[in-house]
C-alpha cells in the first residue's frame, strides 16, 4: 500500500511539517509505503529516521514570492502524482491539497493535518489579501474532500473554523497536541542555562535578577522577552529575534513558537519572575499557554512568583518552585537548588517526564495515525483490498 505525504515548507529542519512527516513515516512502518513530496530544504536529514520512506525534493525558483512559491510547488507536485497510485494521501495546507483533490478519486481518502503556523507566510512575509483569499477557497475545496481531519488543540480557534465547515462525512479523531510532546535538545551547551522569562518586567526589578542571578557560579542566564520575542544572551550587548537566533542564519527564520520550543529545550531551568506571564504567554504566537506547557513538556523545572495572575496548569505538579513576589534572593535559591543538586532535580525530572510522556507522546501520536488510516483504509475481514487508483487530471 502507498502512502502519499505533501507537504509544502521551506523553512529548516525545525519545521512543524517535518516533524510531523518524520512521526507519520514511522508509524506505518510495515504497512504503507511513504513517499514524501516536499521542497524542505533539510528533509534529507530528516529521511535519515523515516522507515521505510522515499523523499522527492520538488525545488523552489529562488527568492520567490508567495504565488510563485506555490504556483512552483504545485507544478511539481502535479508531475509528480499525476503517474502514481496511491491508497491514501495527507497534506498540510491547501498548498498542496488543492491539486491533489482536484484530482483525487472517491475511492482514496484525503486526511488533512492543518498546520498551526504557516511556515510559508515565516519565510517570505505577508502576501497580498488576493492570495491569501485564494488560498482560502482551496482551503474549503480541500475540507469538502477530507475523510479525517487532525487537528492539535481541542480549545483552538481554528480547530472551531475547521469543524464548521467540514462535511458530515469526515472523521474528527480526539485531538493531537504536537507541543506537548518531549523533544531533543536543539541547542545544547556545555554551562547551564537559566532562562527567564518577561512579559513586562520595570527596569530595577530587571537588574535585582540579574544581580541575584550573578551570584550563582556557573549559569549562563537568558531573557525571553515574550512581548516582543526577542532573546537577550549574557555577553551580548543588544537583544536578537527569537526565530533568527535559533535559526543561527538571520534570512531563514524559523516558526516563533519553534524558537521558543528551542530556548526552553535548551534551558536547564526557566523562572517566570511574575505570575502575570500566564496570562499573556500566548500573546505573541497561536500556541497558547507555551511558555508553560512547553517548559512541562520538555521536562524544565519551572521556578514561578506567587501572586496574581492565570493559575498555573496541574501538570506540572511537583515540576513547579514557588518564590514569594519580589524576593529575588528565595527566586536565586531556588534556581541553585536545582542546578546543583542533582538527585533533587533528577527526581522531579523523572516524574515529570514520565506523566508527561505517558500522556503525550509520540508513540501514542502514531498510534493515534494508525487508528485514523485504519478506519479508512483497512477491509473488512475477507474482503480483499482493491489495487491502488490513479490520481486523474480534472476534466
Not at 73 to 91: I, P
Given at each position: 500500500?502507498?502512502?502519499?505525504?505533501?507537504?509544502?515548507?521551506?523553512?529548516?529542519?525545525?519545521?512543524?511539517?517535518?516533524?510531523?512527516?518524520?512521526?507519520?513515516?514511522?508509524?506505518?512502518?510495515?504497512?504503507?509505503?511513504?513517499?514524501?513530496?516536499?521542497?524542505?530544504?533539510?528533509?534529507?536529514?530528516?529521511?535519515?529516521?523515516?522507515?521505510?520512506?522515499?523523499?522527492?525534493?520538488?525545488?523552489?525558483?529562488?527568492?520567490?514570492?508567495?504565488?510563485?512559491?506555490?504556483?512552483?510547488?504545485?507544478r511539481g507536485l502535479e508531475r509528480q502524482v499525476d503517474s502514481a497510485g496511491w491508497d491514501a494521501v495527507h497534506v498540510f495546507s491547501a498548498i498542496e491539497g488543492r491539486p491533489i483533490a482536484d484530482r483525487l478519486p472517491?475511492?482514496?481518502?484525503?486526511?488533512?493535518?492543518?498546520?498551526?503556523?504557516?511556515?510559508?507566510?515565516?519565510?517570505?512575509?505577508?502576501?497580498?489579501?488576493?492570495?491569501?483569499?485564494?488560498?482560502?477557497?482551496?482551503?474549503?475545496?480541500?475540507?469538502?474532500?477530507?475523510?479525517?481531519?487532525?487537528?492539535?488543540?481541542?480549545?483552538?480557534?481554528?480547530?472551531?473554523?475547521?469543524?464548521?465547515?467540514?462535511?458530515?462525512?469526515?472523521?474528527?479523531?480526539?485531538?493531537?497536541?504536537?507541543?506537548?510532546?518531549?523533544?531533543?535538545?536543539?541547542?545544547?551547551?556545555?554551562?547551564?542555562?537559566?532562562?527567564?522569562?518577561?512579559?513586562?518586567?520595570?527596569?530595577?526589578?530587571?537588574?535585582?535578577?540579574?544581580?541575584?542571578?550573578?551570584?550563582?557560579?556557573?549559569?549562563?542566564?537568558?531573557?525571553?522577552?515574550?512581548?516582543?520575542?526577542?532573546?537577550?544572551?549574557?555577553?551580548?550587548?543588544?537583544?536578537?529575534?527569537?526565530?533568527?537566533?535559533?535559526?543561527?542564519?538571520?534570512?531563514?527564520?524559523?516558526?516563533?513558537?519553534?524558537?521558543?520550543?528551542?530556548?526552553?529545550?535548551?534551558?536547564?531551568?526557566?523562572?517566570?519572575?511574575?505570575?502575570?506571564?500566564?496570562?499573556?504567554?500566548?500573546?505573541?504566537?497561536?500556541?497558547?499557554?507555551?511558555?508553560?506547557?512547553?517548559?512541562?513538556?520538555?521536562?524544565?523545572?519551572?521556578?514561578?512568583?506567587?501572586?496574581?495572575?492565570?493559575?498555573?496548569?496541574?501538570?506540572?505538579?511537583?515540576?513547579?518552585?514557588?518564590?514569594?513576589?519580589?524576593?529575588?534572593?528565595?527566586?536565586?535559591?531556588?534556581?541553585?537548588?536545582?542546578?546543583?543538586?542533582?538527585?533533587?532535580?533528577?527526581?522531579?525530572?523523572?516524574?515529570?517526564?514520565?506523566?508527561?510522556?505517558?500522556?503525550?507522546?509520540?508513540?501514542?501520536?502514531?498510534?493515534?495515525?494508525?487508528?485514523?488510516?485504519?478506519?479508512?483504509?483497512?477491509?473488512?475481514?475477507?474482503?480483499?483490498?482493491?489495487?491502488?487508483?490513479?490520481?486523474?487530471?480534472?476534466?
Amino acid at each position: 500500500m502507498r502512502l502519499l505525504v505533501a507537504a509544502f515548507a521551506e523553512i529548516p529542519s525545525l519545521s512543524f511539517e517535518s516533524e510531523a512527516v518524520t512521526e507519520i513515516a514511522k508509524a506505518f512502518e510495515g504497512w504503507f509505503e511513504v513517499e514524501i513530496f516536499t521542497p524542505m530544504v533539510e528533509a534529507g536529514a530528516h529521511l535519515e529516521a523515516f522507515h521505510g520512506g522515499r523523499l522527492h525534493r520538488v525545488p523552489l525558483p529562488p527568492q520567490a514570492d508567495a504565488e510563485a512559491a506555490t504556483a512552483a510547488f504545485r507544478r511539481g507536485l502535479e508531475r509528480q502524482v499525476d503517474s502514481a497510485g496511491w491508497d491514501a494521501v495527507h497534506v498540510f495546507s491547501a498548498i498542496e491539497g488543492r491539486p491533489i483533490a482536484d484530482r483525487l478519486p472517491p475511492g482514496v481518502p484525503l486526511i488533512f493535518q492543518p498546520q498551526p503556523v504557516p511556515s510559508l507566510l515565516l519565510r517570505i512575509g505577508l502576501p497580498g489579501r488576493g492570495w491569501a483569499a485564494r488560498l482560502a477557497a482551496d482551503e474549503t475545496a480541500v475540507l469538502e474532500r477530507t475523510q479525517a481531519l487532525v487537528l492539535h488543540e481541542a480549545t483552538d480557534a481554528g480547530a472551531l473554523r475547521y469543524r464548521r465547515r467540514l462535511t458530515p462525512h469526515a472523521v474528527l479523531p480526539e485531538p493531537v497536541d504536537l507541543d506537548d510532546y518531549h523533544w531533543e535538545q536543539l541547542v545544547p551547551g556545555a554551562a547551564p542555562v537559566v532562562l527567564v522569562l518577561d512579559a513586562g518586567l520595570d527596569d530595577p526589578a530587571r537588574q535585582a535578577i540579574d544581580q541575584a542571578l550573578a551570584a550563582l557560579p556557573g549559569p549562563v542566564v537568558r531573557w525571553l522577552d515574550l512581548r516582543r520575542a526577542q532573546l537577550r544572551v549574557e555577553g551580548r550587548q543588544e537583544p536578537t529575534a527569537l526565530s533568527a537566533w535559533f535559526a543561527g542564519v538571520a534570512d531563514r527564520p524559523v516558526p516563533l513558537r519553534l524558537a521558543a520550543r528551542a530556548a526552553l529545550n535548551a534551558s536547564d531551568v526557566v523562572v517566570i519572575p511574575h505570575a502575570a506571564v500566564l496570562d499573556t504567554a500566548g500573546g505573541t504566537t497561536s500556541c497558547r499557554r507555551w511558555g508553560v506547557l512547553q517548559a512541562a513538556a520538555c521536562r524544565r523545572p519551572v521556578v514561578l512568583s506567587e501572586g496574581p495572575g492565570a493559575p498555573a496548569p496541574s501538570r506540572l505538579g511537583e515540576h513547579l518552585f514557588r518564590f514569594p513576589a519580589g524576593d529575588w534572593g528565595a527566586m536565586a535559591d531556588l534556581v541553585r537548588s536545582l542546578l546543583f543538586h542533582p538527585t533533587k532535580a533528577i527526581q522531579v525530572a523523572d516524574r515529570a517526564r514520565q506523566r508527561v510522556e505517558a500522556e503525550f507522546s509520540a508513540a501514542e501520536f502514531r498510534r493515534r495515525l494508525r487508528a485514523i488510516y485504519a478506519g479508512l483504509v483497512e477491509p473488512e475481514p475477507g474482503v480483499p483490498r482493491a489495487a491502488p487508483v490513479r490520481l486523474e487530471r480534472p476534466a
